[in-house]
């Protein structure tokens, strides 16, 4: 169970081929061909290998949720400029993407099943934005941003409830 940890943590360092490696020598020593791919021993049998690879997505998405506070983020390690992944929430799930064309930079959260509260977003941006727009559900919402940490961090007006298939729309110029 530790080799996830140490995948994870790699990923999260910045170390994503590496992070990505170890990952894979996990999973080729407990290829279905050779034994049951769900019983990782050193892992806690059956269940614990699913969630101990799990902080390995975690990581290769740059998430990052707070329930509490409603705050959402990403930072994908893994293909930046063309971006889609699943996310859970305490209360719902859905759909993560972005897009970087040229100068401009898009990107969506799309409720699949229950509800997402949103009040701050946070994304990894190649620049500092002049133009932060978003919609909820088609329609716009006031919004302030600021720069953390090389990251930009959009705040909303207001805690929006994002229903089901329903989306916040970012779009970054």
Not at 57 to 85: K, M, N, Q, T, V
Request: proline content about 5%; some cysteine.
């Amino acid at each position: 169970g530790f080799e996830y940890q140490v995948a994870g943590h790699m990923i999260w360092e910045g170390l994503v081929q590496e992070g990505l490696a170890v990952a894979r020598a996990v999973h080729d020593r407990y290829h279905p061909s050779r034994r049951n791919p769900w019983n990782e021993v050193e892992c806690g049998d059956h269940y614990a290998r699913s969630m101990a690879s799990y902080g390995v997505y975690l990581a290769a998405c740059g998430f990052e949720y707070h329930g509490p506070h409603a705050h959402i983020g990403f930072a994908p390690r893994l293909s930046p400029a063309d971006f889609r992944a699943a996310f859970t929430s305490a209360q719902g799930w859905g759909t993560f993407q972005q897009k970087m064309e040229g100068k401009t930079f898009a990107a969506a959260l799309t409720v699949r099943w229950g509800t997402l509260r949103v009040k701050t977003i946070s994304l990894a941006v190649p620049t500092r934005p002049t133009s932060v727009q978003v919609r909820v559900g088609g329609k716009p919402v006031q919004v302030t941003h600021s720069w953390d940490q090389e990251r930009l961090v959009v705040a909303l007006a207001e805690e929006q409830i994002v229903g089901i298939d329903q989306s916040v729309r970012l779009e970054i110029a």
